[in-house]
């Protein structure tokens, strides 16, 4: 069936601007998970959706993120006022539970100028 | 807090030659451990993970896996590889019964060289 699929796959964008990151998951899986992907950080998780419970935020570097999912299936990251060190790839991954294998997409990357 | 150490972050070895890519783990609590692969431009992709019993493991694409508790390691390896195993590999865990999020270790590049 079909995996993970992330839009766009390439953003080119200017300092101060908003974007926007999408994300869809395989199909029934209740799990949602954000990373990020950057040369000087490397992976690291961002944000947790699973089901109808309040997503687990704890990853998100700054205000300046926010993430939602709607109706359980569907989600978008968000980035306001972007800065140079945004610049990474944004990875999304799901899974059909907790601790259940996570499928990850092949990745927006996000080039900041 | 747990931690991921990739001790290569570079591997070159020539093809049909056995490879060892080397991850060390540190956590308090009891963890669960993974291998993805990442081609070029592309996602990740699971390769193995140890959940609970045997300690080695098999995955996909003829890898293998031991999980050494005493040792906090779970050293990848495959003992003939191929070109199209070139690749970043990336040790993972999630650390405690109720967590969810991968602590990714740095990865490892690995070149097959012809």
């Known amino acids: 069936g079909a995996g993970v699929s992330q839009s766009p796959s390439n953003k080119v964008t200017e300092k101060g601007k908003d974007v926007e990151l999408r994300c869809d998951p395989i199909?029934?899986?209740?799990?949602l998970y954000w990373y990020r992907q950057s040369l000087g950080q490397g992976l690291e998780f961002l944000i947790y959706?699973?089901?109808?419970?309040?997503?687990?935020k704890s990853g998100l570097p700054s205000d300046r993120f926010s993430a939602e999912r709607t109706g359980g299936s569907v989600s978008t990251l968000t980035i306001q006022r972007t800065q140079q060190e945004d610049s990474a790839v944004y990875l999304c991954?799901?899974?059909?539970?907790?601790?259940?294998?996570?499928?990850f997409g092949p990745g927006t990357r996000l080039t900041v100028l | 807090a747990q931690s991921v150490t990739q001790l290569d972050s570079q591997v070159p070895v020539f093809e049909e030659a056995p490879v060892e890519l080397r991850c060390n783990y540190s956590?308090?609590?009891?963890?669960?451990l993974f291998w993805y692969v990442q081609y070029p431009n592309q996602g990740l992709q699971l390769l193995l993970k140890?959940?609970?019993?045997?300690?080695l493991v098999k995955g996909i694409n003829g890898f293998e896996a031991e999980f050494n508790k005493s040792q906090t390691s779970f050293h990848l390896r495959k003992p003939s590889v191929h070109i199209s195993d070139t690749a970043e590999y990336f040790c993972?865990?999630?650390?405690?019964?109720?967590?969810?999020?991968?602590?990714f270790g740095k990865g490892t590049k690995l070149s097959v060289i012809p």
């Open positions: 991954a799901s899974s059909l539970g907790q601790r259940d294998t996570q499928y």
């Open positions: 199909s029934g899986h209740t799990a």
């Open positions: 959706f699973q089901g109808n419970s309040a997503p687990d």
């Open positions: 956590s308090s609590v009891s963890v669960y």
């Open positions: 140890y959940l609970s019993g045997s300690t």
């Open positions: 993972a865990l999630i650390a405690g019964a109720g967590s969810y999020q991968l602590t």
